[in-house]
Antibody
Framework: QVQLQESGPGLVKPSETLSLTCTIS????????WSWIRQSAGKGLEWIGR???????DYNPSLRSRVSMSIDMSNNQFSLKLSSVTVADTAVYFC????????????WGRGTLVTVSS | DIQMTQSPSTLSASVGDRVTITCRAS??????LAWYQRKPGKAPKLLIY???SLESGVPSRFSGSGSGTEFTLTISSLQPDDFATYYC????????FGPGTTVDIK
């Protein structure tokens, strides 16, 4: 049974870079797209972007200038970096598996709360 | 951007009730719509994809319908485990989610 677990700092200062990692366990990881999604009080659920094991990425146009994703299949992990954060980036961040080659998500992590505050 | 709306925002119901949640898209998304269930502290769970296809392992009391801009999620007989928040998501053009519908105990 494939499982996803987010990890990273729970507190980030304004203007700094948010960095999170998702660890994939219990199944193959090299044939799927992997996404990051966040949920904030102000904007609800928001898709951030996705990455394929080749390193190919798609990003939400509204966040593209600040987002970077990477993937390490040898360790079954993929990562998110969001630069120049503000309080508006405070949210629960989820990693998720795209179903097949599609844009819906058949497996999610439990999420991790990241607070942007000085 | 495609905007998604859901109604109602909150729904109070009893065990055994038939529950219907509506999701509307700001433009035609054909049938590129999914439904998720979310409970506090737990990972969101995919229920329905392609508007009406039931995800493997999801009870058959859940069903989805619709096309174009209007969609519904129906729970035929509400069970205690179904009290949760439900979200729709379009994937015709990138991804966007509805604001959610919370089903609570009447």
């Amino acid at each position: 049974q494939v499982q996803l677990q987010e990890s990273g700092p729970g507190l980030v200062k304004p203007s700094e870079t948010l960095s999170l990692t998702c660890t994939i366990s219990g199944g193959p990881s090299r044939y799927y797209y992997w996404s990051w999604i966040r949920q904030s009080a102000g904007k609800g659920l928001e898709w951030i972007g996705r990455i394929y094991p080749t390193g190919s990425t798609d990003y939400n146009p509204s966040l593209r200038s600040r987002v970077s994703m990477s993937i390490d299949m040898s360790n079954n992990q993929f990562s998110l970096k969001l630069s120049s954060v503000t309080v508006a980036d405070t949210a629960v961040y989820f990693c998720a598996k795209n179903a097949g080659g599609t844009w819906h998500f058949d497996l999610w992590g439990r999420g991790t709360l990241v607070t942007v505050s000085s | 951007d495609i905007q998604m709306t859901q109604s109602p925002s909150t729904l109070s119901a009893s065990v055994g009730d038939r529950v219907t949640i509506t999701c509307r898209a700001s433009q035609n998304i054909i049938t590129y719509l999914a439904w998720y269930q979310r409970k506090p502290g737990k990972a969101p769970k995919l229920l329905i994809y392609q508007a009406s296809s039931l995800e493997s392992g999801v009870p058959s009391r859940f069903s989805g319908s619709g096309s174009g801009t209007e969609f519904t999620l129906t729970i035929s007989s509400l069970q205690p485990d179904d009290f949760a928040t439900y979200y729709c998501q379009q994937y015709n053009s990138y991804v966007s989610f509805g604001p959610g519908t919370t089903v609570d105990i009447k």
